[in-house]
């Protein structure tokens, strides 16, 4: 296994982290900083934003570089915004840092994939991207709940400096282990834009934009919800977030496998569930044991669909996987910052905290809508195969 391909993953884990460890310190920095929860909420929207449009931006403003070069450029970018957001003075320069760290996101995946596939035979390709793509899984396993718990007891600004530490030993690996290659094949970007004219793309696009909507929707506040609803410790919401991670890494390892199978009825099983899972939340977040099974099978549901989404995005986009791998990630965090808007609102208009829950349900079934729409309209054959 390529040293490299580890130091990628380590990328993967620095940034996950610095995404999703954001909902663990919610309260911290919104007692902090002087701000509701609704208010701290927005910086998980505004770093989606800066994803959601950074993501094909920059991937544009990389296509001349050497992928190496436009990844350690990313992987800089990365380190500065984490820097800026744990010496922040205020609300507002850490939602400018959140953003300036969301710029490097999307684009780093999608170069990133690239890269990884390269540097394996053609039969280990995906193998190594999937190793990549483990550094976010152990970032929802680990990186949130030990962020969250080192926020907790040294103050939320420690989490950040310790993201930007993990970031600056990456950035070195890059640079030092990433191999340079010389073949390289140079981006047509107008083949890659004229991939994008065909409807199924972008209905693609929005089942991951509302499926993400319905995961963050609930996800952004289940700290408060823990805590305020059920009563957990603030131990107690660490040690849940690890079992939110584990809940997520097994979806992910059965939705790969059932959407290998049957993609179509993986992702109408998953959105069904999650919309009935996120339902049920509102009555078990009372007691401790219900809510904590509920959001393992939440946490499971909910990441089974990742795969299947993933590959959904790139059968519409063979001709242009980059870009729409890109954008794929792009969709996601616009989902992210609809998700974490609809769960403040609901909780600033007085619905309270049990209401989330009822919202994502609510999302959930709007994604499984437009999966149904897509696939029914794909009327070709080839089309059609994939489906099954």
Request: aromatic fraction near 8%.
């Amino acid at each position: 296994m390529p040293l490299s391909l580890l130091i990628l993953a380590l990328s993967a884990f620095a940034i996950g982290t610095t995404e999703f460890v954001i909902m663990g310190l919610l309260p911290d920095v919104a007692t902090d900083l002087g701000v509701s929860i609704p208010g701290a909420g927005w910086l998980v929207t505004g770093y989606a934003l800066g994803v959601a449009i950074g993501a094909p931006f920059m991937a544009l403003a990389t296509a001349r570089l050497p992928r190496k070069g436009a990844l350690v450029t990313l992987m800089g970018i990365f380190i500065v915004g984490n820097l800026l957001c744990a010496i922040a003075a205020d609300y507002n320069i850490l939602m400018f840092a959140r953003v300036v760290t969301a710029l490097c996101h999307g684009a780093f995946f999608g170069i990133g994939s690239v890269v990884a596939a390269g540097l394996v035979p053609a039969n280990r390709r995906a193998s190594a991207v999937a190793l990549m793509f483990t550094g976010l899984t152990l970032a929802n396993v680990l990186g949130v709940p030990l962020g969250t718990a080192l926020g907790q007891q040294a103050g939320w600004r420690s989490t950040f400096y310790a993201v930007t530490v993990i970031g600056v030993i990456a950035f070195i690996g890059l640079i030092r282990y990433l191999p340079a290659r010389r073949d390289e094949e140079k981006l047509d970007m107008r083949a890659e834009l004229r991939a994008l004219k065909g409807i199924g793309i972008w209905l693609s696009l929005s089942m991951t934009a509302l499926f993400a909507a319905s995961m963050f929707a609930l996800f952004t506040y289940v700290a408060p919800l823990l805590g305020d609803v059920t009563g957990v410790s603030p131990l107690g919401v660490t040690w849940t977030l690890l079992l939110i991670g584990l809940g997520l890494t097994v979806g992910n390892i059965i939705g790969g496998k059932l959407a290998d199978r049957r993609l179509a009825a993986t992702l109408i099983g998953v959105f069904i569930a999650m919309a009935v899972i996120s339902t049920v939340l509102r009555w078990t977040s009372v007691a401790l044991i219900p809510a904590e099974v509920t959001l393992f099978l939440w946490a499971t549901a909910a990441f089974a669909a990742v795969p299947a989404l993933q590959i959904n995005v790139v059968t519409f986009g063979k001709d242009a996987p980059n870009l729409v791998s890109t954008l794929n990630i792009g969709a996601f965090n616009v989902g992210n910052a609809l998700g974490a808007w609809v769960g403040g609102s609901v909780i600033a208009h007085g619905f309270g905290l049990t209401s989330v829950p009822l919202a994502a349900g609510g999302l959930a079934l709007l994604a499984l809508l437009v999966t149904l729409i897509n696939f029914r309209q794909r009327g070709d054959a080839g089309l059609a195969a994939v489906a099954n």
